[in-house]
């Protein structure tokens, strides 16, 4: 009894210790001038508090160029709903958006996922009991959260309405989702050294929705990606 508590008493210390180095490099990085640093932060989810407090260098246009590079990756991210979950990660994005991303790309190539030979005979090799109508490999699932929510790393899984093949690498659908089309209305458009903060209302013809905060970071190369997304 006595080792077993020593044990956890060394494991416990061990842990500690991880935890304040961990903090305190979160704060020595968060001490250092210029963006550099934000990558580091961005590993430990910091990054976000630090775009929220940037000072506001321009307002621009609800009806230029950038707002319509906003609202269509917000249109990409809708599901057809005057409601959207809110979320402060990538990681937590990419698990509430997994449906809505998937259904987006059928909507935009279907014609390439309900005729896609190779992975048809794949499925039909690794699960020979299941009947597969339209598939989505799961690279493409990849790209996209990349592409609109900034992912890096990306689980795959099974969504509400989609399964995710693990043997077969690709994400399966019996029949086409019907969405509603959704307005995005924005309402002002904020940038930053690093971002851009846009307020926006979601309208499907029968009603408006709440009003909503989407902060997306910009890229050198490429649309920016949304990084948050609150109800205000």
Not at 163 to 168: E, I, P, R, V
Request: charged share 20%; net charge neutral; glycine share 6%.
């Amino acid at each position: 009894m006595v080792r077993y508590r020593s044990r956890r008493r060394r494991r416990w210390r061990a842990g500690t210790v991880l935890l304040l180095i961990l903090a305190l490099t979160v704060l020595l990085v968060s001490c250092v001038a210029g963006s550099n640093s934000l990558w580091l932060l961005g590993l430990f989810g910091a990054d976000l508090r630090v775009y929220e407090k940037e000072p506001v260098t321009a307002q621009l246009p609800t009806d230029g160029a950038i707002a319509a590079q906003l609202c269509a990756a917000v249109e990409f991210l809708n599901a057809g709903s005057v409601t959207m979950p809110e979320f402060r990660s990538a990681s937590q994005a990419v698990r509430l958006y997994r449906d809505a991303i998937l259904n987006s790309l059928i909507g935009s190539n279907y014609s390439a996922y309900v005729g896609n030979a190779a992975l048809l005979e794949t499925v039909e090799q690794s699960y020979p009991h299941l009947t597969a109508a339209v598939l989505i490999p799961d690279s493409d699932f990849e790209n996209a959260a990349a592409q609109y929510l900034g992912a890096s790393s990306v689980s795959n899984r099974d969504g509400q309405l989609f399964s995710y093949l693990s043997k077969a690498d690709c994400y399966m659908i019996p029949t086409q989702i019907g969405v509603r089309k959704i307005a995005v209305i924005p309402t002002g458009i904020a940038e930053t050294e690093h971002t851009y903060r846009m307020t926006f209302s979601l309208d499907d013809g029968e009603g408006g929705s709440a009003v909503y905060t989407a902060l997306f970071l910009k890229r050198s190369e490429g649309i920016p990606y949304l990084r948050a997304l609150t109800a205000v």
